[in-house]
C-alpha cells in the first residue's frame, strides 16, 4: 500500500538524520584508506572449514571448539539451519552442520542433534542433500564417489571453441570444478571417526530423466565416464593432473586465495595437495594463512566470509559521501580514490579467453583478486574516482580511461553487461549432473548493465552506440508489472533501484513509458510504514517481489530510483521519515535481512554496509532535490578514451 498522502518530510529532521549517518560511515574508514563490512553468510562456511581442516590434519581443539560454538548459535529450533535468518531449514546447510558439530564433539543423541537428524531424514536424508554437500561425505567415506558425478580432470583439454569446457562455465564455477576434477580423481577417504548414517533416509535414487531432455542425455554419458573413470588412460590422465595443478598453481593470489572465494580456496588446498604438495610447501602455506584473515573471531566464537568486500563497499562509501555532499577534497574521499587507484587491475585475467587484444583495466571486489575484476566494481569505482580530488590526476585519469575502454570490449552480443565475462551463457552447463547448486554461467544481468550505463553516462558516453544499444538491452529486461531482476541483490527492489538512474542518466525523459511504470510499481509496493522491503522468497515465488519487512538498505534503493524520476513523488516524503525514524543513536540502521544474492534460491549475502551507505545516497539525494548530474545525449562532452 503505498503512503503517498503523507506529508513533505521536514528538511532540517532529514540533515540531521544525514549528518548523523555520515558521521558514522566516516568512522569506519581504516587508516589506509578503504572501508570494509563484514560478508555475512550461512554456517556451510564454517562446517566445511572445519571439515578441510580434519582432511588436511591440521585441526586446532580451540578453533574447533569456537567454530563449533558459532554453528550451534545458529540453529533454529525446529533443528535445522537456514541459508539466511527468514529462511525455512536448508537440508545441505545442516548435513554439513551437523558432521561438523559431530566433528567438535557433540554427541549424536545430544537433544540439539536428534532434532537436526530427524529434520534431515524428514527433507530426505543426505540423498537428497546437493552434490557438494555429498562430495565433503564422500571425503570421509559416508558417501561413495561411484554415486556422485564424474569429474574427469581430462575436461582440461578441450579448448575454449568446444562446447562445456571450462571457460563455459562462470568464473566462480570454473575456479571450483578445476581443482574438484583433481579431487575426484583421486577419490580420497579420510576418516571422522564416526558414522552418519543417522542422517540416511534409505530412499532410492531417483529414476533417470528422459533421454528426450538434455538432462537425460548427461546422465547416461555420466555413466559412460564413470565407466571409463575405472580405467583412464595413464598417460592422459596424468597429463590432465598436471595440466589441473599447473591451471590452479597460476590463479593463485598474493594473499594465498583463489578468487578471493571460499569453494574454489579450499577445493585448490585440497587439490594440490593430493598433488603432492606438503602443507608447509609455500601456495599451501600461503593459501592456509589467507584462509585465516577471513576468520572473525569474537565472544568465543569464530565465523567465517565466503569472501570479503573492500573495494566494492569503499566505492559505495565514497559515492554515498558524494551525494551527501562531501566535498572532493574532503580527506576520505582522496585517500579512499588513492587506495582504489592501487587496486587497479592491470594483468590479463580468465575474461581475455574471449577478448585477447583487450587492454586490461577495471577492479575486483576483494583486496587481492588480479584474475577476476569485474564489471559491477569498476563501474561504481570509476565514478567514485570522479568524486575525489587525486593527489596524481594524470595517473587518475588514465586508470580511468583504460576501464571505459575495458567496459566498452566486455559487452555482450546481446548489449547488456555481465559481471565477469563476456558471452557465458551456454544453457547446457546448467544440465550437467554436478550442477545443482547456485548459477554456473555468467549472462548478462540488469543490474550490472544498469552500473555500466550509469557509469558511461557520467563519462559522456551517452550518445555512443554502444550506450544505445546497452539502453535498448535493459529496456527489453523489464518485468510485465515495471520492476527489474536483481541477479546480485534482493531483488527487483535492487535491479529496479539501479535501471532507472541508469536510464534517466542515460537519457531517458522521466515521462518515458518504462520508467513510468516503475515508478507505479514502487509506489504500490510501499509499505504502510513508509519503507520498503522485499524477501529473498521473491527469487521463488513471484508474489513476493517488493514485498516484505521494510529494510534500510532496500528502502534506500526505491528512494534512489524515484529521486530520479520524480523527486516530488509523495512516496518519497514517507520513504525519508521511515529511514529517519529507524535510524539508531549511533547514527547507523539496524538490518539483520539479508539484501544481498550470491546465486538466486541458493546464496545469499548480509553486506553489513549496505544498511549505512544507500541510506546516506538516498538522503544526500533527497535534500539536493535530485539524484545529482543528469547527462542527457549531448549534454556532457565525452571523456576521450585515448
Not at 578471493?260 to 602455506?285: C, E, F, K, N, T
Not at 585475467?349 to 577495471?362: K, T
Not at 563501474?379 to 585519469?397: F, G, K, T, Y
Request: hydrophobic letters at 45%; aromatic letters at 10%; one cysteine or more.
Amino acid at each position: 500500500m503505498s503512503a503517498s498522502a503523507t506529508a513533505p518530510f521536514p528538511a532540517a529532521t532529514a540533515a540531521g538524520a544525514l549528518e548523523r549517518a555520515c558521521a558514522r560511515l566516516l568512522s569506519l574508514q581504516h587508516e589506509k584508506g578503504w572501508w570494509k563490512g563484514e560478508l555475512e553468510t550461512n554456517v556451510c562456511m564454517e562446517a566445511e572449514d572445519l571439515l578441510l581442516r580434519r582432511f588436511l590434519g591440521i585441526q586446532e581443539p580451540e578453533r574447533l571448539r569456537r567454530t563449533a560454538a558459532w554453528i550451534r548459535s545458529r540453529q533454529r529450533d525446529d533443528g535445522g539451519f537456514a541459508l539466511h535468518p527468514d529462511a525455512p531449514p536448508d537440508l545441505s546447510a545442516t548435513v554439513e552442520a551437523y558432521a561438523a558439530l559431530r566433528l567438535a564433539g557433540d554427541a549424536s543423541d545430544a537433544a540439539h542433534m536428534r532434532r537436526a537428524a530427524a529434520l534431515v531424514r524428514e527433507l530426505g536424508g543426505i540423498e537428497a542433500s546437493r552434490v557438494f554437500t555429498r562430495i565433503w561425505l564422500a571425503l570421509f567415506g559416508e558417501w561413495s564417489w561411484r554415486d556422485l558425478p564424474a569429474l574427469p580432470p581430462e575436461l582440461i583439454l578441450l579448448p575454449s571453441w568446444f562446447p562445456l569446457n571450462v571457460y563455459d562455465f562462470a568464473s566462480w564455477a570454473r575456479q571450483t570444478i578445476v581443482p574438484l576434477c583433481v579431487v575426484a580423481a583421486h577419490r580420497p577417504t579420510r576418516r571422522l571417526g564416526f558414522g552418519l548414517g543417522e542422517l540416511r533416509s534409505g530412499a532410492a535414487a531417483p529414476p533417470l530423466a528422459p533421454l528426450s531432455s538434455w538432462a537425460g542425455r548427461f546422465e547416461r554419458l555420466d555413466r559412460l565416464l564413470h565407466l571409463y573413470e575405472r580405467r583412464p588412460l595413464r598417460r592422459l590422465r596424468r597429463h590432465s593432473l598436471r595440466l589441473c595443478a599447473e591451471w590452479i598453481l597460476r590463479r593463485q593470489e598474493a594473499d594465498g586465495c583463489w578468487g578471493g572465494i571460499q569453494p574454489p580456496w579450499v577445493y585448490s588446498l585440497m587439490a594440490l595437495h593430493l598433488m603432492g604438495y606438503p602443507l608447509d610447501h609455500p601456495v599451501l602455506r600461503k593459501g592456509l594463512e589467507g584462509l585465516e584473515r577471513f576468520a572473525i573471531v569474537e565472544a568465543g566464537t569464530r565465523r567465517f566470509e565466503a569472501c570479503q568486500s573492500p573495494v566494492w563497499d569503499t566505492a559505495l562509501a565514497m559515492l554515498a559521501l558524494r551525494d551527501a555532499g562531501v566535498a572532493p577534497d574532503a580527506p576520505a574521499l582522496v585517500c579512499g580514490a588513492a587506495w582504489l587507484l592501487d587496486e587497479e587491475v592491470r594483468v590479463a585475467g580468465d575474461w581475455a579467453v574471449r577478448r585477447p587484444d583487450l587492454e586490461p583495466g577495471g577492479w575486483a571486489f576483494e583486496f587481492e583478486n588480479d584474475h577476476y575484476p569485474d564489471l559491477d566494481d569498476t563501474s561504481e569505482v570509476v565514478m567514485a574516482l570522479r568524486a575525489a580530488q587525486h593527489a596524481e590526476p594524470a595517473r587518475a585519469e588514465a586508470a580511468i580511461r583504460r576501464a571505459v575502454r575495458w567496459s566498452f570490449g566486455m559487452q555482450c552480443r546481446g548489449g547488456g553487461w555481465a559481471a565477469f565475462d563476456v558471452d557465458n551463457d551456454r544453457a547446457l552447463c546448467s544440465e550437467l549432473p554436478f550442477c545443482d547448486f547456485g548459477e554456473v554461467t555468467d549472462p548478462p544481468s540488469a543490474d550490472v548493465t544498469a552500473h555500466v550505463l550509469e557509469m558511461l553516462a557520467e563519462e559522456g558516453r551517452a550518445t555512443d552506440p554502444r550506450v544505445r544499444r546497452g539502453v535498448d538491452w535493459l529496456l527489453r529486461q523489464q518485468e510485465a508489472d515495471g520492476s527489474w531482476f536483481g541477479r546480485w541483490g534482493a531483488n527487483h527492489l535492487y535491479g529496479t533501484g539501479a535501471a532507472v538512474p541508469a536510464l534517466v542518466r542515460a537519457g531517458l525523459e522521466p515521462e518515458h513509458a518504462s520508467l513510468r511504470r516503475a515508478v507505479r510499481w514502487l509506489e504500490q509496493r510501499q509499505n504502510r510504514d513508509g519503507g520498503w522491503g522485499e524477501s529473498l522468497r521473491s527469487y521463488r515465488d513471484p508474489a513476493w517481489r517488493g514485498r516484505g519487512e521494510s529494510t534500510a538498505s532496500q528502502t534506500a534503493w526505491a528512494l534512489l530510483a524515484l529521486l530520479a524520476v520524480d523527486a516530488a513523488s509523495p512516496a518519497i516524503d514517507a520513504g525519508i521519515g521511515w529511514l529517519v525514524r529507524s535510524q539508531r543513536a549511533d547514527g547507523s540502521w539496524d538490518e539483520p535481512q539479508f539484501t544481498g544474492t550470491g546465486f538466486p534460491g541458493d546464496f545469499y549475502i548480509r553486506y553489513h554496509l549496505y544498511a549505512l551507505s544507500f541510506p546516506v545516497m538516498a538522503l544526500g539525494r533527497y535534500l539536493r532535490g535530485a539524484s545529482g548530474p543528469r547527462p542527457t545525449p549531448g549534454s556532457a562532452p565525452a571523456r576521450e578514451l585515448g
